[in-house]
């Protein structure tokens, strides 16, 4: 027998994880379990691909058992197990995941349900176990090990009799101290809740002796104890089941458990589809932006499942980019699981799911904005940029879809406003949609640009972002209103006598324009009397159609 060490950064990791990664002690069930299902769906895995391997479906279960007396708890699978340098390098390794590099050894094969990735939820076992032993037999392998630590002094291995193939994790509950209690672990009724709270969608069951009170043989009144083995999950994914019996923690549960992301989704989507195309489909807006959003590392995507069985992890084809935030998963039982990925990029369902699911995520959004504001704000301050490239991207080609969903800030309304919103805000002489362009909505505000326009009573949309102005000239138009700047040479407001004055007054002052405009040569093309200026003494206006704003960008672009 040979004892290693765990090495010194895994100490101190393992001290740190023990004491402050999980919130709630009660989770550590779910990662044995959890692994315990992986276990068994890299077996089914490899029966799939493998002709000689036999699948049976009922020969793989996991077991929870409870010894009381013992202060033991054993958690048992019949999955693919580990070999003894398995046993080594992902369990005496923190944060070595054997169930990820499984993951990417096989990427481009059809993938599965792996939920393991981080390789530290097997370690959640010692928060509430003073000792970890874990006997596995690997397929691979002819003998079987067993593993066993205290935690922080490292682990021994050695050989070790085991039959079938699977593991045995084996866990010694700690003792209850004063602060801290541990035995409500031993107790059946608490460990068939934790099950039933994080582990009911397992695609496996998980079985476990309970204790049920029966009538006595011959008796009228006197009950006994009577032992009966019971499947505690219910394997229905939460996807196949009733819109109705299903609450929103349900929801959030589901996305937190697939690990879509740390934050409360604002939104979620249940789609379940029988028309030319069968399918279900769970979808999240998230409320925060992922730490890797906005960089090319960000990979969108669904997961796909063919019935229940998950074909893809990440199917990009199932979600434009401008929804690219998207999370969630898509199963039908019209796409065959042994597709592979170039033909899934041409299969005529997965066109049609994703073209429903596109306009389902923009009605729901839609939804959202009518029916909660403030929710919607939070999303779009995360997205609307997204949002905003969507429209861009594309040659415009997605404006119909985008446009309604896109707000700006107002300068009427002093927040964040629809199109829509403006156009209905729209007085009777006022022809274009006015926006000005600038660092901050402050900076904006002072622009002598916005004077005339201000005065006359009409909405400015303040452009703060770079994209913004690039998206309404994609746009053109909103409802057939045209966008237009503050600071182009015709603002549609300055009427015809007026204009005639000007030329008046212009002529009258000739000689002081010509001299302006000699001195300010290279800097501008002409300069003018203008009526469109309140307060200010100057302005800077442009002759064509790109602001000055845009024209900086443009300059600043490399060729
Ligand atoms: P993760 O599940 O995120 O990969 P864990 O710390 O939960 O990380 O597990 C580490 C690794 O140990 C897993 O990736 C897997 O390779 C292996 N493992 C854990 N439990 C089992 C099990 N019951 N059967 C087979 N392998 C297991
Ligand atoms: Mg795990």
Known sequence: METKQFRAESKRLLDLMINSIYTHREIFLRELISNASDAIDKIYYRALTDDTLEFDKDDYYIKVILDEKNRVLKIIDTGIGMTKEELEDNLGTIAKSGSLAFKKENELKDGYDIIGQFGVGFYSAFMVAETVTVISKALDSEGAYKWESQGIDGYTIEPWEKDTIGTEIILKIKENTEDEKYDEYLEEYRLKDIIKKYSDFIRYPIKMNVTIKKLKEGSENEYEDYVEEQTINSMVPIWRKNKNELTEEDYSNFYSEKRYGFDKPVKHIHISADGAVRYNAILFIPERIPFDYYTKEYEKGLELYSNGVLIMNKCSDLLPDYFSFVKGMVDSEDLSLNISREMLQHDRQLKLISKNIKN??????????????????????????????????????????????????SSKAKKLVTLNEYISGMADDQKYIYYATGESNERIEKLPQTELVTEKGFEILYLTEEIDEFVLKV??????????????GDLGIEDQENENNLDTEHTANKELFERMKTILSDKVKDVRISKRLKSHPVCLTNDGEISIEMEKILNAMPN
């Open 475 to 488: 746009l053109m138009a909103y409802k057939e209103k045209e966008f237009k700047s503050v600071s182009a």
């Open 360 to 409: 389902k995520i923009k009605n729901e959004l839609l939804a959202l904005l009518k029916d909660d504001r403030d929710k919607y704000e939070e999303f779009y301050k995360s997205f609307g940029r997204q949002l905003k490239y969507g429209v861009y991207s594309d040659f415009g080609s997605n404006k119909d879809m985008l446009q309604d969903l896109l707000m700006f800030y």
